[in-house]
């Protein structure tokens, strides 16, 4: 089994910064890409990022790139998601997910097998 847990959320005003982490435990981390998403009250799940196995390659939905960044540490299991210039429509539960195999940079919510508890994040304007 795989365990992930973020933290880091909070309340920021709107144009301001916080950083995700996800530690993650329970198999070989390195091996795995890894995934952000969001949900906001009444909304589904939807795709923020991906990072590749070894952090080469990311990928990030439209509405956040060139604001978020995602990178890893392998020798911390850890996996951050920088957030800068947030908008209140950022406001939401952001989770950390891992997939089931080995895809380069998912996006789907289908292809992810483990799943963090959340973190709430809420920018207010």
């Known amino acids: 089994q795989v365990q992930l847990v973020e933290s880091g959320g909070g309340l920021v005003q709107a144009g301001g910064s916080l950083r995700l982490s996800c530690a993650a435990s329970?198999?070989?981390?390195?091996?795995?890409?890894m995934g952000w998403f969001r949900q906001a009250p009444g909304k589904e799940r939807e795709f923020v990022a991906a990072?590749?196995?070894?952090?080469?390659?990311?990928r990030y939905a439209d509405s956040v790139r060139g604001r978020f960044t995602t990178s890893r540490d392998n020798a911390k299991n850890t996996v951050y998601l920088q957030m800068n210039s947030l908008k209140p429509e950022d406001t939401a539960v952001y989770y950390c997910?891992?997939?089931?195999?080995?895809?380069?940079?998912?996006?789907?919510?289908?292809?992810?097998?483990?799943w963090g508890q959340g973190t709430q994040v809420t920018v207010s304007s």
């Open positions: 329970g198999r070989t981390f390195s091996t795995y890409a």
């Open positions: 997910a891992a997939p089931g195999s080995t895809y380069t940079t998912p996006r789907s919510v289908d292809h992810y097998a483990y």
């Open positions: 990072i590749s196995w070894g952090g080469t390659n990311t």
